[in-house]
């Protein structure tokens, strides 16, 4: 029996949202949140009740405080997330507008997480939980981030622990063909990949993700593809399972991609873990609900579910919970 039931680290940020419909530049109030790929999955399953720890660096800092509160307050065990005394906590801050597209400005050079390094990782932790997930986002942050990202999944691969990598390009991190030599290098650690499909073309130009991922090592390859659903590709069996949208009104799509994560893994957790069809099915329909809640509501992890409301909406779909 592992202490976890999922491990992640990265980069948590401060959040500053600006309020209502208002651009950016013309924004004089904004609601503040916790932001980050990985801190948004973290939180996901979490609420989902699952075991989860997260670990990482933040500043020494009110922002980072406050990002260590919140985190521990969704159940997350936050006991190795660091505090730097002398570099600064990322901030993100971006808008929601109505009719255009989102503003999305980051504050993270030179921030504490960019000072990670495979000296600092948490052996045992990384050991003790039954998947280790990452993101390309952590590994672009630095040269050390990068070197403690694939430490990291090799340690938890020769334990024994499933290791899933969501690449989550951001061009503003790195150009094209320093993501693809990233993702190159932390694919060949990971059984699990989620990718999009627009991303995707980043990485492997003209190649089919499934079989660019196959050729790495992945045993499980879900790609994303917008209001086209998504697919899960199983190399070893050669089975191929697609799955729909749970048709929503669209809030804010900032999240998504983290939501629809959050919801695979917990349904292959709870014992939809077998390369059946029918788990298959189980895990696509599970994230694309979870992905719908999140695009739903403003804010990066609003619209999170807990565990009950996940499950009355997969079983009847209802609007109103009376």
């Not at 013309?26 to 989902?48: I, K, M, P, Q």
């Not at 990202?149 to 024994?160: K, P």
């Not at 003209?206 to 994303?224: L, Q």
């Not at 349904?267 to 739903?296: H, K, N, P």
């Amino acid at each position: 029996m592992t202490s976890f039931d999922v491990v992640t680290f990265g980069e948590p940020m401060t959040l500053f949202l600006a309020a209502g419909d208002v651009p950016l530049i013309s924004a004089d109030n904004f609601e503040v949140e916790v932001a980050g790929a990985e801190s948004n999955l973290a939180t996901g399953l979490a609420r989902l009740g699952h075991r989860v720890s997260f670990f990482g660096r933040v500043g020494a800092d009110t922002f980072g405080m406050r990002i260590r509160n919140e985190l521990r307050a969704e159940g997350i065990d936050v006991g190795q997330l660091v505090d730097d005394p002398e570099l600064p906590t990322g901030l993100l801050i971006r808008d929601n507008p109505s009719g255009r597209p989102i503003t999305v400005e980051y504050r993270r050079s030179g921030t504490a997480a960019a000072a990670m390094s495979p000296e600092s990782l948490p052996t045992a932790m990384i050991t003790d939980t039954r998947l280790l997930h990452v993101t390309g986002i952590t590994a672009a942050l630095s040269e050390s981030s990068l070197a403690a990202t694939e430490r990291a999944m090799i340690i938890a691969a020769e334990a024994g622990v499933t290791v899933s990598l969501d690449p989550n390009i951001r061009l503003r991190l790195a150009d094209p063909d320093r993501w693809q030599v990233i993702i190159k290098q932390l694919a060949q650690h990971a059984k699990i990949i989620f990718t999009g499909r627009d991303e995707a073309e980043v990485i492997s130009p003209g190649v089919d993700p499934v079989t660019w991922y196959g050729d790495h090592g992945a045993e499980i390859v879900i790609v994303k593809d917008g209001g086209n659903g998504s697919s899960e590709h199983q190399l070893g069996t050669g089975r191929t399972v697609h799955g729909g949208v749970r048709p929503v009104p669209l809030v804010d799509p900032i999240g998504a991609g983290d939501g629809f994560n959050a919801g695979w893994i917990s349904s292959w957790l709870d014992g939809a873990g077998e390369l059946t069809e029918a788990d298959a099915e189980r895990r696509l329909l599970t994230a694309a609900t979870v992905a719908s809640m999140v695009v739903s509501a403003r804010g990066d992890r609003t619209g999170l579910p807990t565990r009950a409301m996940l499950d009355q909406v997969l079983a009847s779909g209802a609007d109103v919970i009376r």
